[in-house]
Antibody, heavy 122, light 106 residues
C-alpha cells in the first residue's frame, strides 16, 4: 500500500523560509515522478512543483518559481520542498502526491498524502 | 496559460445521474483526470486518462472527453458521493486544475 506522510508545516512570518518533507513507502520510490500540490483554506487545488524520478528534471508553477525548490533523496525515499521568501498567499495545506506513471507524455496523481498546514502570517 | 473551467456547483437527487463538466481549449486532445475530495480529506483519483477507473472506484463513476469538454458522470448518485470534484490536465510541462465543482446530493 502506498503511504505518503508529509511533515514540516508551521506558522511562519512573511519573508521566512521553511522545508517540507514527505516520507514515501509502499512503492519503488525512484521509479516515479513526485509532486507537491497545495490548497488554500476553502479554495481549490493548485499544483506547485514536480520532480522526475531521478531528481534531474524539475518544474514549477509560475507562482512559486524562483522561491521554492523541490528535491528528493531516493536513498531515503523522501521528497522535499524548500520554501523561501514566503508570502501570506502561500498559506495552505501542502500535499505530497505520487505520479500515476513512471514515464509518459502526461502527469497526474494516483496517491496523495494527508497534507501539512503552512500558515504564513505576521 | 492553459485554463480549465468547471461549474461552481451541481445538485442531484439520490439515484439520479450527475454530470460535471470541465472545459478547456481543445481539451479533447489531452487526457483529463478527475479527483474527488470530501471535507477534511485528501483528494482521491476517480477517473484517469479520460475514462478509466482506478481499482476500488465504483462503476457508477465514468468519464468522457471530446472537443473542448470533458465530463465526469456519476450514475445512480449516492449520498456518499457528495464532495468537491476537480478536473486536471497536463499542458506544456504544467499541471492544470479546474476550479472545482461542489456536488450536492439532495
Amino acid at each position: 500500500e502506498v503511504q505518503l506522510v508529509e511533515s514540516g508545516g508551521v506558522v511562519i512570518q512573511p519573508g521566512g523560509s521553511l522545508r517540507l518533507s514527505c516520507a514515501a513507502s509502499g512503492f519503488t520510490f525512484d521509479d516515479y515522478p513526485m509532486h507537491w500540490v497545495r490548497q488554500a483554506p476553502g479554495k481549490g487545488l493548485e499544483w506547485v512543483s514536480l520532480i522526475s524520478g531521478d531528481g534531474i528534471s524539475t518544474f514549477y508553477a509560475d507562482s512559486v518559481k524562483g522561491r521554492f525548490t523541490i528535491s528528493r533523496d531516493n536513498s531515503k525515499n523522501s521528497l522535499y520542498l524548500q520554501m523561501n521568501s514566503l508570502r501570506t498567499e502561500d498559506t495552505g495545506f501542502y500535499y505530497c502526491a505520487k505520479d500515476g506513471e513512471r514515464v509518459g507524455a502526461f502527469r497526474y496523481f494516483d496517491s496523495w498524502g494527508q497534507g501539512t498546514l503552512v500558515t504564513v502570517s505576521s | 496559460s492553459y485554463e480549465l473551467t468547471q461549474p461552481a456547483s451541481v445538485s442531484v437527487s439520490p439515484g439520479q445521474t450527475a454530470s460535471i463538466t470541465c472545459s478547456g481549449d481543445k481539451l479533447g486532445k489531452k487526457y483529463t483526470f478527475w479527483y474527488q475530495q470530501k471535507p477534511g480529506q485528501s483528494p482521491v483519483l476517480v477517473i484517469y486518462q479520460d475514462n478509466n477507473r482506478p481499482s476500488g472506484i465504483p462503476e457508477r463513476f465514468s468519464g468522457s472527453n471530446s472537443g473542448n469538454t470533458a465530463t465526469l458522470t456519476i450514475s445512480g448518485t449516492q449520498a456518499m458521493d457528495e464532495a468537491d470534484y476537480y478536473c486536471q490536465a497536463w499542458d506544456r510541462s504544467s499541471v492544470v486544475f479546474g476550479g472545482g465543482t461542489k456536488l450536492t446530493v439532495l
